[in-house]
């Protein structure tokens, strides 16, 4: 007989541990999947697309419901799991329901970090992590709408790209002296910045925000440096944090995320977490990739493998038209590693490479992205790049013909 398996969280860890279950364990498991928002899991990294009218919502959905049925798994979508018993193995779901469980995987993912000032309830002031807000965005956006996107990483600018290409007139404020500081360097932020602001959006940076105010909704956000910019609408996009509050209730341990070793077991017996939930060698991931190798590894762990997850390398693309900026690993260069520097400011490119022991460790790459996927490739795997270092930096292609 099947093992009851319930997995908290219909995002999309959960949705590629479904996939990888069903290639590995079909039949092993009687799977359901408890989701707090009440649609089909989807690409929660196309809702920039969604938000600037390149792809319909419905291009999102990672895999029909037909999918699901066919594979026996059972969907409870659009009621949160509420409380887990790990003696008792059962999880209490919203709508009143129990479930028992043989297993059970967390992967309930991050909500996004509201700022603890006067006026964050304001209506107007709205965050940028799922389906809902995005439909919430566009409903408020017009043409010459002001709004203040607050937060100058990956998805503050993805926000305020997308809102700009609706008419909006965008001012991207960050706390911090340059742009997507925990990806890029000096010099690939500073371009970016000129590209931003190419698109019609204003960036003040090193501005710290002290409030948002109005009558019944936000009028403008107030900095305390003692300036203040009127608002129609305000983005908070300043970070996230697991969801690991179920888990802590239910006594599992848990820091900023749900505590996991490299088995993705938690402390709990037979109780799992991956995604952005967990914390894994003290790292909590904010990206798909670590999601998807976790959800990989305990696949093959539920399906009787003695697999491990070892960490993962952080990679970053922005995903905003025109502008081509990739990171990964160690990009900033610790101390007794060598950065490799290529750079036109007239084609506005811009190439480091990060060697530490022979190996690439990390890469920023500015203009042109066409090799990014290559320099992962070295990075994931620590391969021995000596043999190539002159023309690493000039990419795969004059390192193969130079090979051949
Ligand atoms: C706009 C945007 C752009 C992004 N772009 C990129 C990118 O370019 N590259 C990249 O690698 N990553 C990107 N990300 C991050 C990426 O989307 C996440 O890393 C990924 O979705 C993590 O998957 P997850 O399953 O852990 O969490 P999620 O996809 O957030 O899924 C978690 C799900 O669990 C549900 N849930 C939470 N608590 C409960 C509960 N108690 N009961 C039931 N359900 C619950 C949530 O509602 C949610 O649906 C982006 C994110 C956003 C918001």
Redesign the pocket.
Known sequence: MSEPLII????????RLCEELAQRALGRYAVAV????PRL?YN??L??SV?SSDLPAADTVLKPAAWWRDRGVTLRYG????AIDTAARTVTVADGKTLAFAKLVL?????AIHLPVGGADLAGVLT???MADVESITRAARRGTRVVVIGGG??GI??ASGLARTGAKVTLVHLMDRLMERQLDARAAAMLKRAVEAKGIDVVLGMETKSFVGQHRVEAVEFKDGGSLAADMVVVAVGIRP?AE?AAAAGLAVKRGIIVDDGLSTSAADVFA????AEHRGVC?????P?NEQAQVLAARLAGRDTRYCGSVNA????VSGIRVFSAGDFLGAPGTESIVLADPGLGTYRKLVVAGGCLVGAVLYGDTTDAAWYLELIRAGSAIEAFREELIFGRALVERRAA
């Open positions: 908290i969280g219909n995002g999309m860890a959960a949705a408890v989701g707090a928002e899991a929660r990294v809702l920039s938000l009621a949160a799991a509420t992967a309930t993912g991050s909500r940028f992590r799922d990956l998805l993805e926000a969801n179920i991956i995604g952005e939930c991931y904010g990206l798909v990739e999601a970053t693309n922005l995903k």
